[in-house]
């Protein structure tokens, strides 16, 4: 007897959670708003055992079930876009050197960055960027190009921590 408790009130939990759609239950034919009028707008689940006529819900009729709370819809929210930044390294330690600079209103970029190469030019690139012209960029180089000279290579005889040099 305690089986059959234990049972029914499983096959009732799963009726009532929407896992089994049951056939000939109230709602079962479409009688929502006869029998529920405040329930008839609620929406069936879509997932079951589906064990009325093999359908997920008995004739496409909704549960009872308590109504879920709805989402609100996303709202895009557009703003322009707008800033300017500016940033630079001047290490003399190391000798880097660079700079750039940028601003933007709307679809609309400008800006500048520059730079030593390691042959003692500075690189300067000009670049703007729109939706009419696209992306275009002018670099131009200041300064003449300063290789040092190689090291001399000395070949010596003798020893030197203990190997033969030669």
Known sequence: ?????????????????????????????GLAGAYAPGLAG????AYGLGLGHGAVVAHGA??????????AAPVEIYSHPRYTFNYGV??????????????????VVKGQYS???PDGTVRTVNYSADDHNGFNAVVSRQGHAA????????????LAHGHLLG
């Open 1 to 29: 007897m305690f089986a059959k408790l234990v049972l029914a009130c499983a096959l009732f939990c799963a009726v009532s959670a929407g896992l089994i759609a049951p056939h000939g239950a109230l709602l079962g034919h």
């Open 42 to 45: 609620l929406a069936a689940p």
């Open 62 to 71: 909704p549960l009872l079930r308590a109504p879920l709370a709805h989402a």
């Open 90 to 107: 001047a290490d003399g330690h190391t000798g880097d050197q660079k700079s750039q600079w940028e601003a933007r209103d709307g679809d």
């Open 115 to 117: 730079l030593v190469e």
């Open 147 to 158: 290789h040092p000279a190689a090291a001399p290579v000395v070949v010596g005889h003798g």
